[in-house]
């Protein structure tokens, strides 16, 4: 598990977010929500160490993170970031960057390797790709080649950075599905999204972020019932049961 005490991050002379308690867990899904520049990407990459925290303490299995060496740490948690470099190789050669925590120097690839690649890219929906240069891929393809570099790290704990970036809306549903199955393989995953809808539907829990701190956090339900998602994004919030549950929707709020 990885669980947060009073965590600070931000940057040299810059808090962005202070006070933040919560944890990724096993099995479960966590979204983090809130309005552009409140601090969920930053707060996202302080997670796994990527970032140092300006205070408060990070653990990973009820250990410091500090106390892990980066491979270590890579380990057992994968980072997929809101934006990353298109280099000139294929699909598969990139998403073998994910194996690289289990690789000494100089990497030599395994069969396991070869066979996890697969799988991951499988689970993306980019093994039809997996020959492909990256550069002839479009925004929406290469960004399930780089969620398949981070389900090639097979780590217990997945944080996502708006995973459906580019993706139109059925591949958009089916990375949510993705995220739920990895929950119910037992895995922790916390993801950052713009689209309050989806992260309603998926989410097991949600942390809502704003004016520098955590404002809420606790089930879907919980959180709309409270009305701070809403006031916080500017929006009006409402839901209609559905035959697998609730479904959810916003629009603009009338200024009074």
Wanted: charged share 25%; net charge neutral; with cysteine.
């Amino acid at each position: 598990m990885l669980e947060v005490n009073h965590l600070s991050v931000g940057y040299p002379g810059r808090r962005v977010l202070e006070d933040v308690s919560l944890a990724v867990r096993p099995g479960r899904v966590l979204a983090l929500l809130g309005p552009n520049g409140c601090g969920k990407s930053t707060l996202l990459r302080t997670l796994p160490g990527l970032l140092p925290p300006l205070g408060g303490e990070i653990l990973l299995d009820g250990k410091p993170l500090g106390d892990y060496s980066p491979r270590q740490a890579a380990q057992k948690i994968a980072y997929l970031p809101q934006s990353r470099a298109v280099p000139s190789i294929t699909a598969r050669r990139m998403v073998l960057h994910g194996r690289f925590p289990y690789l000494s120097y100089p990497r030599r690839y395994r069969r396991e390797d070869y066979e996890a690649v697969d799988r991951a890219l499988a689970a993306a929906g980019a093994l039809d790709l997996a020959d492909r240069p990256l550069p002839e891929l479009s925004g929406g393809q290469r960004q399930k080649v780089y969620l398949a570099l981070a389900l090639a790290q097979e780590t217990e704990t997945i944080l996502m950075d708006e995973p459906t970036t580019y993706l139109d809306v059925r591949h958009q549903l089916e990375t949510l599905a993705l995220l739920r199955r990895l929950a119910g393989e037992g895995r922790g995953a916390a993801v950052v999204l713009h689209d309050l809808c989806l992260a309603l539907t998926a989410a097991d829990d949600v942390a809502v972020l704003g004016e520098g701190r955590l404002l809420a956090l606790g089930g879907p339900k919980e959180i709309f019932q409270s009305g701070i998602l809403a006031r916080v994004m500017g929006v009006r919030l409402d839901r209609v049961a559905g035959p697998e549950g609730w479904r959810y929707f916003c629009e603009l709020r009338s200024e009074d």
